[in-house]
């Protein structure tokens, strides 16, 4: 069974300083991977994804992560965090055999002035 | 594009009705999921289609709840009896799922409120 953790209920940066959502993942094969964000009252919305190739993956809203295999984790980063980045974040994995994507708990990202 | 169309955004109701939340997918798209987010068990998913047929249903709840996809621009999740405890933000994605565009888009999702 394929499964998707995000270790941190809850981040907490300072707006300007880089943030760092980790998510680690147990996909069998080679995984697809993903971020979404969500925002008060409303759905999720896709960041970014990994399929395959450059190990650094760049999204919307100047976000990027980082595939590392060995680790089996997918971390999401951000050099310089804005208040308007706080929101609550998922990481999400599928085998595509599966067909269906394995979502994180979520993590809530605070980024104070 | 509009995106996925979800009706209603709200809804109230008393324990003991019929619920029917609709989804509308982007066009195009061949997989279909629903969601249900409740603040105690997170995001859950319930069901989903590809190409209109259910393949994974073992998240539904009970068989109070079903789910439908007559064609490829429409769903619905249907709820009957509705009990308290279904109340949720009940979310409907679509994916493409070929050529590697697996990353789902989101409607608004339906916020039900059962009495």
């Known amino acids: 069974a394929q499964s998707v953790a995000q270790p941190e209920d809850q981040v907490n940066v300072a707006e300007g300083n880089p943030l760092t959502v980790k998510c680690t993942y147990s996909?069998?094969?080679?995984?697809?991977l993903f971020w979404y964000v969500q925002y008060p009252n409303r759905g999720l919305q896709f960041l970014l994804k990994y399929i395959t190739g450059d190990n650094l993956v760049k999204g919307s809203y100047g976000f990027e992560a980082e595939f590392n295999k060995s680790q089996t984790s997918f971390h999401l980063k951000k050099p310089s965090a804005l208040v308007s980045d706080s929101a609550l974040y998922f990481c999400?994995?599928?085998?595509?055999?599966?067909?269906?994507?394995?979502f994180g708990d979520g993590t809530t990202l605070t980024v104070k002035p | 594009d509009a995106g996925v169309i979800q009706s209603p955004r709200h809804e109230v109701t008393e324990m003991g009705q019929e619920v029917t939340l609709r989804c509308k997918p982007i066009?195009?798209?061949?997989?279909l999921f629903w969601y249900r987010q409740t603040m105690m068990r997170g995001l859950e998913l319930l069901i989903y289609?590809?190409?209109?047929?259910?393949?994974?249903d073992s998240g539904m709840p009970e068989d109070r709840f079903s789910a439908k996809m007559p064609n490829a621009s429409f769903s619905t999740l249907k709820i009957q009896p509705s009990e308290p405890r279904d109340s949720a933000v009940y979310f409907c994605?679509?994916?493409?799922?070929?050529?590697?565009?697996?990353?789902?888009?989101f409607g608004p999702g339906t916020r039900l409120t059962v009495l």
């Open positions: 994605a679509s994916s493409s799922g070929t050529g590697g565009r697996y990353e789902q888009f």
């Open positions: 066009s195009g798209h061949n997989s």
């Open positions: 999400a994995a599928i085998n595509t055999n599966a067909g269906k994507s394995t």
């Open positions: 996909v069998s094969g080679n995984p697809y």
């Open positions: 289609f590809n190409n209109n047929v259910p393949i994974d």
